[in-house]
């Protein structure tokens, strides 16, 4: 989860940024859920503030990890928290042709054999077209562009048990 600051939220336009944050909290939950290791990173806090409260409370048990610099994997402890044994990251947050595009391009250069997702619908920027051209470069980079709801599937992999039922109650 990248840089989901309050002050860098109001500087979107409000329709999305509530479903920004609704599919940001879904994979939150998910995550929670499965035990899909998760971070959270805040871009400059003193200046851009905390992560909003709604998301905020979901990743109080997740470490958040403060950076100055655009892309995540410049900032050391956010590679160190990066776990070998995973061959997926997913990539949700603001703003997604910066923070999202430059974390996404340097992670596949780094571990080409890793896949790289982008949730669509858990990111944004302050422009919707700098945001679709993001996706456009992501896209032709090798990441994967895909849903919010795709991924937690993908994650569940099949229909059955308290964490699907748990899962299925959140996207209602």
Same mark, same amino acid.
């Given at each position: 989860?990248?840089?989901?600051?309050e002050?860098?939220a109001?500087?979107?336009?409000?329709?999305?940024?509530?479903a920004?944050?609704?599919?940001?909290?879904?994979?939150?939950?998910?995550a929670?859920?499965l035990?899909v290791?998760?971070?959270h990173?805040?871009?400059?806090?003193k200046?851009?503030?905390?992560t909003?409260p709604e998301?905020? #409370?979901? !990743?109080?048990a997740?470490?958040? &990890?403060?950076?100055?610099?655009? +892309?995540?994997?410049? @900032?050391?402890?956010?590679?160190?928290?990066?776990?070998?044994?995973?061959?997926?990251?997913?990539?949700?947050?603001?703003?997604a042709?910066?923070c999202?595009?430059?974390?996404?391009?340097?992670?596949?250069q780094?571990d080409?054999a890793?896949?790289?997702f982008?949730?669509?619908?858990?990111v944004i920027?302050r422009?919707s077209?700098?945001?679709?051209?993001?996706? #456009?470069? !992501?896209r032709?980079?090798?990441? &994967?562009?895909s849903?919010s709801? +795709?991924?937690v599937? @993908?994650?569940?992999?099949?229909?059955e048990?308290?964490?699907?039922?748990?899962?299925?109650?959140?996207?209602?």
């Open positions: 989860m990248v840089d989901m600051q002050k860098l109001a500087a979107m336009a409000a329709d999305a940024m509530q920004v944050v609704r599919n940001c909290s879904l994979l939150i939950r998910a929670t859920l035990e290791p998760a971070i990173t805040e871009q400059y806090p200046g851009l503030g905390p909003l998301l905020s #409370e979901l !990743l109080s997740q470490q958040r &990890i403060e950076k100055i610099a655009f +892309s995540c994997t410049d @900032e050391p402890s956010f590679c160190r928290q990066l776990t070998r044994d995973r061959s997926h990251i997913i990539l949700a947050g603001m703003e042709h910066i999202i595009l430059q974390t996404a391009l340097r992670l596949k780094l080409p890793r896949e790289i982008v949730a669509e619908d858990a920027s422009n077209s700098a945001r679709m051209n993001a996706m #456009e470069r !992501l032709q980079a090798g990441v &994967i562009v849903s709801e +795709s991924i599937f @993908e994650w569940l992999g099949k229909a048990g308290e964490v699907f039922k748990q899962i299925s109650r959140l996207l209602r």
